[in-house]
Structures are given as structure tokens and as C-alpha cells.
């Protein structure tokens, strides 16, 4: 069975400072995997998403993801947060078209001014 | 951009009441899905829709709970009678994996209280 693991709850990090936010999944084969977020009170946004090829992927507002295979791993990174960012941040893992999302448990990140 | 909708943003129902959850995927999307958040816990999978069945269901999605593609628009999900525990945020998605690349697009969610 499929599963994601989000190590870190809370996150807090100030204002133009890195991020970076841990996955690891745990599939059998070739995942698909996506970092999604959620701002209070609001829907899941996609961030990014990996399928194949390039194991640096690139997404919207600035962040990006590295597929470690040999780690399991899909971490989220983003090189200067604005106090936009704030919010909760789901990785989740798929296996094919029209299969459930395993989601982690979330990260929930505050920025500091 | 298209997006997925649904409505209501927020319901509160009695237990034992039925509640009709709506949801309007993506117009070209094949695939549809409801997923819930428990609040403070992680996003599951209810269920997932394909050609007028259901494809895939999780042990949560039991006989209270059912789906149905009515028209060519709506995507609903429906809980009979529902419990305190049905309390929860609940998602759409729908998906289009034609062209080898399937994301799950998901809406601003219902916020279901029942008391």
C-alpha cells in the first residue's frame, strides 16, 4: 500500500529565508507524486508535480521539488518565502490515471516578519 | 483557467439528515473524485467516478454514501444519514489523463457540520 510521511508539522521560518519541506512515500513502483496547498480556509492548489524524467521540477510561485529515489523522497524547497507562503503544504503520492491520492499528514508553515 | 466548483461552501445538517454534496468538475475531465479532511487530520480518499461507476472506494465510503454523475455537469455526493463523525471538509477533484499526464484538480471544498 501506498503512503507519504510528512516528518514536520510545524514550520517556522522568516521572511526571505529558505524553506524546505520533507515527503517521503512509500510505493512499490514509479510514483507519481505532487506537492499541493491549502491556505486557511481555502481549497488544495497544485504546486508541482513529478512523473518522470528531470528530477528537479519546477512549479508555481517559486517552488521546486527533487525526486530522490534512492531516499524515497520529494522534498519541497523554495529559495526566499514572503509571508504569503503561510499555509499547509500536502505532498501526496498516485500510481496511475484515475487512482486515489494518498495524501501525508501536512506541513503547516508560518512565516515571521 | 477552468476550475472545479462546488457548492454549498458550507452545510450544517442535524444527524440522521441527508445531505446532498455538489460538486461541477472540470467540462473536459474523465475521471471525478471526492476526498474528505477531518479537521487537524490528513486528506482521504472517499471515492473515485469513471464512466458513470465507481472505480475505486475506500473502506470510509460505506452503504451511507454514494456518488452519482446525474447530468453531463454535476458530480454528487450524497450521505444518508449522516453521523457526528461525517463532520469534515469535503473535496471534489476530477482528472483528465488523456495525454499521459493526470492531475487531480481539486475545489474550494464543502465544510460539512452535522450536529
Known amino acids: 500500500a501506498q503512503s507519504v510521511t510528512q516528518p514536520d508539522i510545524h514550520i517556522t521560518v522568516s521572511e526571505g529565508a529558505s524553506l524546505e519541506l520533507r515527503c517521503n512515500y512509500s510505493?512499490?513502483?514509479?510514483?507519481?507524486l505532487f506537492w499541493y496547498v491549502q491556505s486557511p480556509g481555502q481549497g488544495l492548489q497544485l504546486l508541482l508535480k513529478?512523473?518522470?524524467?528531470?528530477?528537479l521540477v519546477q512549479g508555481i510561485k517559486g517552488f521546486e521539488a527533487e525526486f530522490k529515489r534512492s531516499q524515497s523522497s520529494f522534498n519541497l524547497r523554495k529559495p526566499s518565502v514572503h509571508w504569503s507562503d503561510a499555509a499547509e503544504y500536502f505532498c501526496?503520492?498516485?500510481?496511475?490515471?484515475?487512482?486515489?491520492?494518498?495524501f501525508g499528514g501536512g506541513t503547516r508553515v508560518l512565516v515571521k516578519p | 483557467e477552468p476550475e472545479v466548483t462546488q457548492t454549498p461552501s458550507h452545510q450544517v445538517t442535524q444527524m440522521g439528515q441527508e445531505v446532498i454534496l455538489r460538486c461541477v468538475p472540470i467540462?473536459?475531465?474523465?475521471?471525478f473524485y471526492w476526498y474528505r479532511q477531518i479537521l487537524g487530520q490528513k486528506v482521504e480518499f472517499l471515492v473515485s467516478?469513471?464512466?458513470?461507476?465507481?472505480?475505486?472506494k475506500s473502506e470510509i465510503f460505506d452503504d451511507q454514501f454514494s456518488v452519482e454523475r446525474p447530468d453531463g455537469s454535476n458530480f454528487t455526493l450524497k450521505i444518508r444519514s449522516t453521523k457526528l463523525e461525517d463532520s469534515a471538509m469535503y473535496f471534489c477533484?476530477?482528472?483528465?489523463?488523456?495525454?499521459?499526464?493526470?492531475?487531480?484538480?481539486f475545489g474550494p471544498g464543502t465544510r460539512l457540520l452535522v450536529l
Open positions: 513529478y512523473f518522470s524524467g528531470d528530477t
Open positions: 510505493y512499490g513502483a514509479t510514483p507519481y
Open positions: 477533484a476530477s482528472s483528465d489523463p488523456r495525454g499521459g499526464v493526470e492531475t487531480q484538480y
Open positions: 501526496a503520492v498516485g500510481k496511475a490515471a484515475g487512482n486515489k491520492l494518498t
Open positions: 467540462s473536459n475531465h474523465l475521471y
Open positions: 467516478f469513471y464512466n458513470n461507476e465507481i472505480s475505486e
